[in-house]
Protein backbone atom coordinates (compact mmCIF):
# COMPACT_ATOMS: atom_id res chain seq x y z
CA UNK A 1 0.00 0.00 0.00
CA UNK A 2 1.49 3.16 -0.65
CA UNK A 3 0.56 5.74 2.27
CA UNK A 4 2.22 9.42 2.95
CA UNK A 5 5.06 9.18 5.28
CA UNK A 6 4.01 10.07 8.89
CA UNK A 7 5.99 13.35 10.29
CA UNK A 8 8.64 11.88 13.06
CA UNK A 9 11.93 13.42 14.58
CA UNK A 10 14.41 10.85 13.70
CA UNK A 11 17.63 10.84 16.22
CA UNK A 12 20.72 8.47 15.51
CA UNK A 13 23.35 7.93 18.07
CA UNK A 14 27.01 6.98 16.47
CA UNK A 15 27.67 4.37 19.23
CA UNK A 16 31.21 3.23 17.68
CA UNK A 17 33.25 4.19 15.41
CA UNK A 18 34.50 0.76 15.62
CA UNK A 19 33.15 -2.12 13.12
CA UNK A 20 33.94 -5.80 12.41
CA UNK A 21 33.53 -5.94 8.74
CA UNK A 22 34.48 -3.74 5.67
CA UNK A 23 31.88 -3.65 3.38
CA UNK A 24 32.76 -2.56 -0.20
CA UNK A 25 30.19 -0.17 -0.27
CA UNK A 26 30.65 1.31 3.20
CA UNK A 27 31.15 5.38 2.76
CA UNK A 28 32.65 5.52 6.76
CA UNK A 29 36.44 5.87 5.59
CA UNK A 30 37.81 6.81 9.19
CA UNK A 31 36.94 3.51 11.28
CA UNK A 32 38.77 3.60 14.82
CA UNK A 33 38.91 1.68 17.86
CA UNK A 34 38.98 3.91 20.11
CA UNK A 35 35.71 6.72 19.74
CA UNK A 36 33.05 5.34 21.61
CA UNK A 37 29.71 6.99 23.00
CA UNK A 38 29.74 6.52 27.04
CA UNK A 39 26.20 5.30 28.33
CA UNK A 40 25.48 8.48 30.61
CA UNK A 41 26.06 10.66 27.58
CA UNK A 42 23.23 8.59 25.51
CA UNK A 43 20.53 8.93 28.21
CA UNK A 44 21.61 12.53 28.37
CA UNK A 45 21.33 12.84 24.74
CA UNK A 46 17.69 11.05 25.04
CA UNK A 47 16.34 12.86 28.03
CA UNK A 48 16.58 16.42 25.70
CA UNK A 49 14.93 14.81 23.24
CA UNK A 50 12.25 13.12 24.72
CA UNK A 51 12.09 16.57 26.12
CA UNK A 52 11.98 18.72 23.36
CA UNK A 53 9.56 16.32 21.41
CA UNK A 54 6.80 16.48 24.41
CA UNK A 55 7.17 20.31 24.29
CA UNK A 56 6.55 20.61 20.94
CA UNK A 57 3.51 18.03 20.75
CA UNK A 58 4.74 17.12 17.64
CA UNK A 59 2.85 14.45 15.43
CA UNK A 60 4.63 11.04 14.74
CA UNK A 61 6.85 9.48 16.95
CA UNK A 62 10.48 10.30 17.78
CA UNK A 63 12.40 7.42 16.11
CA UNK A 64 15.50 6.63 17.71
CA UNK A 65 18.33 4.55 15.79
CA UNK A 66 21.42 3.10 17.11
CA UNK A 67 24.11 3.52 14.64
CA UNK A 68 28.18 2.80 14.45
CA UNK A 69 30.22 1.31 12.67
CA UNK A 70 28.64 -1.38 13.90
CA UNK A 71 26.48 -0.94 17.39
CA UNK A 72 26.42 -4.16 18.73
CA UNK A 73 30.01 -3.96 19.84
CA UNK A 74 28.22 -1.52 21.95
CA UNK A 75 25.71 -3.57 23.09
CA UNK A 76 26.40 -2.90 26.87
CA UNK A 77 25.25 0.63 25.92
CA UNK A 78 22.14 0.05 23.96
CA UNK A 79 21.10 -2.65 26.62
CA UNK A 80 21.23 0.39 29.25
CA UNK A 81 19.67 2.85 27.57
CA UNK A 82 16.38 0.95 25.87
CA UNK A 83 16.04 -0.41 29.87
CA UNK A 84 16.40 2.91 30.81
CA UNK A 85 13.56 4.48 28.52
CA UNK A 86 11.42 1.71 29.52
CA UNK A 87 11.70 2.02 32.94
CA UNK A 88 11.21 5.79 32.43
CA UNK A 89 8.17 5.58 30.77
CA UNK A 90 8.19 8.67 28.55
CA UNK A 91 5.07 10.32 27.54
CA UNK A 92 5.69 10.54 23.96
CA UNK A 93 4.98 8.17 21.15
CA UNK A 94 8.34 6.49 20.03
CA UNK A 95 10.45 3.90 18.36
CA UNK A 96 13.70 1.99 19.23
CA UNK A 97 15.83 0.89 16.40
CA UNK A 98 19.78 -0.80 15.80
CA UNK A 99 20.93 -1.31 12.61
CA UNK A 100 23.31 -4.13 12.12
CA UNK A 101 24.89 -6.48 9.91
CA UNK A 102 23.51 -9.91 12.05
CA UNK A 103 27.01 -11.40 12.80
CA UNK A 104 27.13 -10.52 16.30
CA UNK A 105 23.78 -11.88 17.21
CA UNK A 106 24.95 -14.42 20.03
CA UNK A 107 22.46 -16.65 22.05
CA UNK A 108 23.23 -14.08 25.05
CA UNK A 109 22.29 -10.98 22.85
CA UNK A 110 18.99 -12.76 21.55
CA UNK A 111 17.90 -14.11 24.67
CA UNK A 112 17.62 -10.11 25.80
CA UNK A 113 16.26 -8.98 22.68
CA UNK A 114 13.33 -11.58 22.90
CA UNK A 115 12.61 -9.89 25.96
CA UNK A 116 12.73 -6.43 25.31
CA UNK A 117 10.91 -7.05 21.60
CA UNK A 118 8.42 -4.72 22.17
CA UNK A 119 10.71 -1.75 23.19
CA UNK A 120 13.12 -2.19 20.62
CA UNK A 121 13.23 -3.94 17.09
CA UNK A 122 16.76 -5.05 15.21
CA UNK A 123 16.89 -3.45 11.40
CA UNK A 124 18.91 -5.85 9.55
CA UNK A 125 21.06 -5.62 6.45
CA UNK A 126 21.02 -8.10 3.88
CA UNK A 127 22.16 -7.89 0.34
CA UNK A 128 21.11 -11.21 -0.78
CA UNK A 129 22.35 -15.27 -0.81
CA UNK A 130 25.23 -15.81 0.65
CA UNK A 131 27.24 -14.88 -2.07
CA UNK A 132 26.25 -11.91 -2.78
CA UNK A 133 26.47 -11.37 1.19
CA UNK A 134 30.44 -12.44 1.04
CA UNK A 135 31.13 -10.04 -2.36
CA UNK A 136 29.81 -7.55 -0.34
CA UNK A 137 30.86 -7.74 3.05
CA UNK A 138 33.67 -10.65 3.03
CA UNK A 139 33.87 -14.07 4.97
CA UNK A 140 32.55 -13.30 8.01
CA UNK A 141 29.05 -11.83 6.78
CA UNK A 142 27.37 -15.03 5.30
CA UNK A 143 23.83 -14.95 5.66
CA UNK A 144 22.64 -13.24 9.47
CA UNK A 145 20.11 -14.78 11.19
CA UNK A 146 17.05 -13.84 9.05
CA UNK A 147 15.04 -15.87 10.57
CA UNK A 148 15.16 -14.59 14.25
CA UNK A 149 14.56 -11.00 13.23
CA UNK A 150 11.35 -11.65 11.32
CA UNK A 151 10.25 -14.23 13.81
CA UNK A 152 10.53 -11.25 16.35
CA UNK A 153 9.77 -8.62 13.99
CA UNK A 154 7.62 -9.69 11.10
CA UNK A 155 6.60 -6.00 9.73
CA UNK A 156 10.09 -4.86 10.03
CA UNK A 157 11.82 -4.77 6.41
CA UNK A 158 15.44 -5.79 5.42
CA UNK A 159 17.87 -3.03 4.30
CA UNK A 160 19.87 -4.01 1.08
CA UNK A 161 22.37 -1.77 -0.62
CA UNK A 162 22.50 -2.53 -4.29
CA UNK A 163 26.30 -2.13 -4.99
CA UNK A 164 27.43 -2.84 -8.60
CA UNK A 165 28.67 -6.34 -7.98
CA UNK A 166 25.08 -7.34 -6.98
CA UNK A 167 23.76 -5.53 -10.17
CA UNK A 168 23.63 -8.60 -12.60
CA UNK A 169 21.78 -10.84 -10.54
CA UNK A 170 19.81 -8.25 -8.29
CA UNK A 171 16.19 -9.59 -8.98
CA UNK A 172 17.35 -13.04 -8.56
CA UNK A 173 18.32 -12.34 -4.86
CA UNK A 174 15.78 -10.36 -3.74
CA UNK A 175 12.76 -12.32 -5.31
CA UNK A 176 14.75 -15.20 -3.52
CA UNK A 177 14.22 -13.23 -0.15
CA UNK A 178 10.37 -12.53 -1.05
CA UNK A 179 9.67 -15.76 -1.48
CA UNK A 180 10.59 -16.95 1.78
CA UNK A 181 8.32 -14.34 3.33
CA UNK A 182 10.71 -11.46 4.12
CA UNK A 183 10.27 -7.96 3.52
CA UNK A 184 13.00 -6.15 1.96
CA UNK A 185 13.89 -2.42 1.47
CA UNK A 186 16.53 -1.91 -1.13
CA UNK A 187 18.69 0.88 -2.86
CA UNK A 188 21.15 1.87 -4.16
CA UNK A 189 24.86 1.78 -2.55
CA UNK A 190 25.94 5.40 -1.71
CA UNK A 191 28.97 6.88 -3.77
CA UNK A 192 29.02 3.55 -6.38
CA UNK A 193 30.86 4.13 -8.96
CA UNK A 194 28.44 4.00 -11.76
CA UNK A 195 29.41 3.07 -14.77
CA UNK A 196 27.48 3.61 -18.43
CA UNK A 197 25.33 0.44 -19.12
CA UNK A 198 24.98 -0.25 -15.42
CA UNK A 199 21.17 1.25 -15.94
CA UNK A 200 20.55 -0.61 -18.40
CA UNK A 201 21.14 -3.91 -15.72
CA UNK A 202 19.41 -1.81 -13.22
CA UNK A 203 16.47 -0.89 -15.41
CA UNK A 204 15.98 -4.43 -16.45
CA UNK A 205 16.73 -6.09 -12.89
CA UNK A 206 13.58 -3.68 -11.71
CA UNK A 207 11.59 -4.33 -14.14
CA UNK A 208 11.72 -8.21 -13.39
CA UNK A 209 11.16 -7.29 -9.34
CA UNK A 210 8.33 -5.30 -10.82
CA UNK A 211 6.74 -8.17 -12.68
CA UNK A 212 7.36 -10.48 -9.78
CA UNK A 213 5.01 -8.06 -7.44
CA UNK A 214 2.11 -7.64 -10.28
CA UNK A 215 2.06 -10.88 -9.87
CA UNK A 216 1.90 -11.61 -6.67
CA UNK A 217 -0.52 -8.58 -4.94
CA UNK A 218 -1.00 -10.22 -1.95
CA UNK A 219 2.94 -9.52 -0.79
CA UNK A 220 3.41 -5.49 -0.02
CA UNK A 221 5.73 -4.64 -2.82
CA UNK A 222 9.54 -3.85 -1.19
CA UNK A 223 9.77 -0.39 -0.60
CA UNK A 224 11.56 0.84 -3.68
CA UNK A 225 8.20 0.43 -5.37
CA UNK A 226 6.39 2.49 -2.41
CA UNK A 227 8.04 5.78 -2.89
CA UNK A 228 5.96 8.01 -4.71
CA UNK A 229 6.08 10.91 -7.30
CA UNK A 230 2.95 13.40 -6.12
CA UNK A 231 6.30 16.30 -5.99
CA UNK A 232 5.65 16.80 -9.36
CA UNK A 233 2.09 17.62 -9.04
CA UNK A 234 3.07 20.56 -6.72
CA UNK A 235 3.60 24.63 -8.39
CA UNK A 236 5.91 25.51 -5.96
CA UNK A 237 8.43 23.03 -6.61
CA UNK A 238 8.85 24.13 -10.29
CA UNK A 239 11.52 26.39 -8.99
CA UNK A 240 12.74 25.79 -6.04
CA UNK A 241 12.45 21.98 -5.35
CA UNK A 242 11.84 20.54 -1.57
CA UNK A 243 14.89 18.63 -0.79
CA UNK A 244 14.61 15.07 -0.43
CA UNK A 245 15.14 14.14 3.05
CA UNK A 246 15.06 15.67 6.61
CA UNK A 247 18.79 16.04 7.51
CA UNK A 248 19.00 19.12 9.69
CA UNK A 249 15.87 19.10 10.30
CA UNK A 250 13.62 16.71 11.21
CA UNK A 251 16.99 14.32 11.09
CA UNK A 252 19.93 14.58 13.43
CA UNK A 253 22.95 12.26 14.55
CA UNK A 254 25.04 12.68 17.55
CA UNK A 255 28.30 11.76 17.23
CA UNK A 256 30.47 9.56 20.20
CA UNK A 257 31.28 12.81 21.79
CA UNK A 258 27.90 14.23 21.60
CA UNK A 259 28.18 16.15 18.56
CA UNK A 260 25.14 17.10 16.56
CA UNK A 261 24.84 16.78 12.86
CA UNK A 262 22.63 16.93 10.27
CA UNK A 263 22.37 12.70 9.85
CA UNK A 264 25.08 10.32 9.99
CA UNK A 265 26.41 10.99 6.69
CA UNK A 266 27.95 14.44 7.75
CA UNK A 267 30.10 12.49 11.38
CA UNK A 268 33.49 12.98 10.84
CA UNK A 269 33.69 8.91 10.51
CA UNK A 270 32.71 9.38 7.06
CA UNK A 271 34.66 12.29 5.91
CA UNK A 272 37.67 12.76 8.16
CA UNK A 273 37.33 16.18 8.83
CA UNK A 274 37.25 16.87 12.71
CA UNK A 275 36.11 20.85 11.96
CA UNK A 276 33.68 20.07 9.68
CA UNK A 277 30.69 21.37 12.43
CA UNK A 278 31.98 24.82 11.95
CA UNK A 279 30.95 24.55 8.48
CA UNK A 280 28.04 23.05 8.73
CA UNK A 281 26.57 25.18 11.23
CA UNK A 282 26.58 27.92 8.56
CA UNK A 283 24.23 26.31 5.99
CA UNK A 284 20.76 27.16 6.03
CA UNK A 285 19.10 23.64 6.48
CA UNK A 286 15.63 25.23 6.61
CA UNK A 287 16.27 27.10 2.89
CA UNK A 288 15.30 24.27 0.44
CA UNK A 289 17.34 26.62 -1.94
CA UNK A 290 20.99 25.53 0.03
CA UNK A 291 20.56 22.12 -1.51
CA UNK A 292 20.51 23.12 -5.15
CA UNK A 293 23.53 23.14 -7.53
CA UNK A 294 22.68 25.79 -10.23
CA UNK A 295 24.16 23.00 -12.88
CA UNK A 296 21.21 21.30 -12.01
CA UNK A 297 18.74 23.88 -12.60
CA UNK A 298 18.22 22.95 -16.31
CA UNK A 299 17.57 19.29 -15.71
CA UNK A 300 14.28 17.70 -15.52
CA UNK A 301 14.63 14.76 -12.79
CA UNK A 302 15.94 17.45 -10.57
CA UNK A 303 12.24 17.77 -8.71
CA UNK A 304 12.67 13.92 -7.71
CA UNK A 305 16.60 13.83 -7.59
CA UNK A 306 17.84 11.91 -4.16
CA UNK A 307 20.86 13.19 -3.43
CA UNK A 308 22.55 12.56 -0.79
CA UNK A 309 23.62 15.72 0.86
CA UNK A 310 26.45 14.29 3.31
CA UNK A 311 27.81 12.36 0.27
CA UNK A 312 27.93 15.32 -1.68
CA UNK A 313 29.93 17.06 1.54
CA UNK A 314 32.32 14.24 1.73
CA UNK A 315 33.14 13.57 -1.89
CA UNK A 316 33.23 17.07 -3.03
CA UNK A 317 33.14 19.40 0.00
CA UNK A 318 29.35 21.15 -1.02
CA UNK A 319 26.68 19.82 -0.46
CA UNK A 320 24.81 20.86 -3.76
CA UNK A 321 27.27 19.39 -6.07
CA UNK A 322 26.05 15.65 -6.68
CA UNK A 323 27.51 12.67 -7.71
CA UNK A 324 26.43 12.59 -11.69
CA UNK A 325 27.39 9.00 -12.18
CA UNK A 326 23.82 7.77 -10.12
CA UNK A 327 21.92 9.94 -12.84
CA UNK A 328 21.05 7.41 -15.07
CA UNK A 329 20.58 5.03 -11.95
CA UNK A 330 18.11 7.31 -10.93
CA UNK A 331 16.24 7.78 -14.10
CA UNK A 332 15.65 4.02 -14.58
CA UNK A 333 14.59 3.93 -11.27
CA UNK A 334 11.87 6.87 -11.81
CA UNK A 335 10.71 5.18 -15.27
CA UNK A 336 10.00 1.31 -13.80
CA UNK A 337 8.93 2.34 -10.75
CA UNK A 338 6.14 5.01 -12.10
CA UNK A 339 5.08 2.40 -14.36
CA UNK A 340 5.00 -0.34 -11.83
CA UNK A 341 2.78 1.78 -9.16
CA UNK A 342 0.24 2.64 -12.42
CA UNK A 343 0.09 -0.74 -12.84
CA UNK A 344 -0.16 -1.76 -9.20
CA UNK A 345 -2.71 0.96 -8.27
CA UNK A 346 -4.98 -0.28 -11.33
CA UNK A 347 -5.33 -3.69 -10.81
CA UNK A 348 -5.81 -2.82 -6.65
CA UNK A 349 -8.81 -0.36 -7.84
CA UNK A 350 -10.60 -3.78 -8.90
CA UNK A 351 -9.95 -5.40 -5.38
CA UNK A 352 -10.46 -2.40 -3.47
CA UNK A 353 -11.31 1.41 -2.97
CA UNK A 354 -8.34 3.40 -3.26
CA UNK A 355 -7.27 5.57 -0.63
CA UNK A 356 -7.61 9.56 -1.25
CA UNK A 357 -3.59 9.31 -0.86
CA UNK A 358 -3.32 6.63 -3.47
CA UNK A 359 -5.30 8.15 -6.10
CA UNK A 360 -2.95 11.30 -5.28
CA UNK A 361 -0.13 8.93 -5.73
CA UNK A 362 -1.28 7.45 -9.19
CA UNK A 363 -1.76 11.16 -10.66
CA UNK A 364 1.99 11.60 -9.35
CA UNK A 365 2.98 8.31 -11.11
CA UNK A 366 1.20 8.98 -14.48
CA UNK A 367 2.83 12.68 -14.26
CA UNK A 368 6.03 10.88 -13.86
CA UNK A 369 5.74 8.01 -16.53
CA UNK A 370 4.75 10.57 -19.20
CA UNK A 371 7.84 13.41 -18.10
CA UNK A 372 10.32 10.14 -17.82
CA UNK A 373 9.28 7.51 -20.85
CA UNK A 374 11.30 8.70 -23.57
CA UNK A 375 14.16 9.54 -21.69
CA UNK A 376 16.83 7.37 -23.48
CA UNK A 377 19.01 5.49 -21.11
CA UNK A 378 21.81 4.42 -23.79
Known sequence: MIEKQESSRVVSLMLTWQCNLNCIYCFEEFKCANKEMPLELAKKILQNEFEMFAEKQSDGKLKIEFFGGEPLLKFDVIRGVTEWIAEKKFPVEY????????????????????????????????????????????????????????????????????????????SEDLIALLEQGHSVAPSLAIGEAWQDGDEIVYKRELEKLADWHLLHLDVEPMRIFLQHFIVLLEPHCLNAPQKNCGTGTSMVTYDVDGTAYPCHLFVPITHGKEEAIKELNKVDFQNDLSFIDTACMECGMLRICKTCYGFNYKERGDIRKRDRRACKMQLAEAQVISSFQINYLMLMKKRRELTPFELYALKGALRCYELYKDFNLE
Open 95 to 170: ELSVTTNGTLLTSEVRDWFKNYKDYIKIVLSVDGANDIQYINRGKKAMLPPIDFVRNLWPDVHFKSTISRMALPTL
